[in-house]
């Protein structure tokens, strides 16, 4: 038996007729033809259905579902919260907006999942190929605008999480190197080159090697007078292989997740401080960077403007802390 898309599945059912197990395969943008392998165990009664007590489920050899189900019922009318308190669409910024020049030859390509295109002199690099191979097509499409008749050499990658190196392959696919921390890359070599019949990509059509560029603790990219400086941040909880962007023409740092700015502004400090955002903001004054505003690849909904006091001020430290500069 196969799925809409050709997946096989295949079921095993016990011989009193509950089903133990399905398995079938998902097309993951990032995992490729990905196994998914589902269990039913135990068994609750209710009314003439006997119901599986317990379910777990394992993507592509991850495990990511393990339920216990106490009590079940059918039928029964179910009550779902709609409200969100802020409403989720509040935080998020819209798809795509309009580019914008932070710099000569340095541009912000901002939404949802931004990225910013950086002319290199001979080629350009981009940093994020994020959320989907859709994105990634029109940040792609965006920087060849922006910096025409340069091709893209780089995408750095500031992190494994699936949502920010979703668009990675369709990068690959146009030529480009990925650089990242060299402790996300065995996973990256894995996962990135599995596969991808169920749902062929762009570097599935048209194959060619991925290559890396490896980042310990700090590297950087140059040309054209211009400079892209990656950071391995420390202590980080949200990621071990996460790393920032420096650029010190503008004075700009570009991070993902570490701190995602809400709709607007705030006044006075949230009630509740994440502490990805307090690890940020001390790598940024661990590393002396003196810095001007503050990209986050989850833009801000507003499009302002989000500097240092931001930051500051979501990490409870106020907005005038005095930090180092390094030369």
Do not use: C
Request: charged residues 20%.
């Amino acid at each position: 038996m196969t799925l809409d898309d050709g997946a096989p599945i295949t079921a095993e059912i016990a011989s009193n007729g509950s089903v133990v197990q399905i398995e079938s395969q998902a097309a993951d943008v990032v995992l490729g033809d990905t196994p998914v392998i589902t269990r039913f165990t135990g068994h609750i009664q209710t009314g003439a259905r006997n119901l599986p007590a317990h379910i777990t489920q394992r993507y592509g050899g991850f495990p990511v579902l393990d339920l216990d189900i106490e009590r079940a019922s059918v039928n029964e009318p179910v009550k779902v919260a709609a409200d969100i308190d802020p409403p989720l669409w509040d935080w998020v910024a819209p798809a795509s907006m309009p580019s914008e020049a932070l710099g000569e030859g340095i541009f912000v390509i901002p939404g949802r999942y931004s990225a910013v295109a950086v002319d290199l002199g001979d080629s350009m690099a981009v940093i994020e190929g994020p959320q989907s191979e859709a994105r990634a097509l029109q940040i792609i499409a965006t920087a060849r605008k922006l910096i025409p008749g340069k091709p893209i050499r780089y995408v750095v990658n500031t992190h494994t999480h699936f949502d920010h190196l979703s668009g990675l392959r369709t990068f690959v696919a146009e030529g480009a190197t990925i650089v990242t921390q060299e402790g996300n890359i065995p996973f990256l070599k894995d996962a990135l080159n599995r596969p991808r019949t169920l749902r062929p990509d762009k570097l599935a059509q048209a194959p060619r090697p991925i290559e890396f560029v490896p980042v310990k603790e700090t590297y950087t990219l140059q040309g054209g007078g211009r400079e892209i400086r990656l950071y391995h941040l420390h202590g980080v909880d949200h990621s071990e292989g996460m790393m920032i962007a420096y650029l010190p023409g503008p004075k700009v740092v570009v991070e993902a997740d570490a701190f995602t700015p809400p709709a607007r502004a705030r006044t006075a400090p949230p009630a509740s401080i994440n502490p990805y955002t307090v690890q940020l903001l001390d790598n940024i004054e661990r590393l002396g960077l003196d810095v001007d505003r503050l990209i986050s690849i989850h833009y801000a909904a507003d499009g302002r403007r989000v500097g240092m006091d931001e930051l500051r001020l979501a990490a409870a430290r106020g907005g005038n802390d005095h930090v180092e500069h390094r030369p």
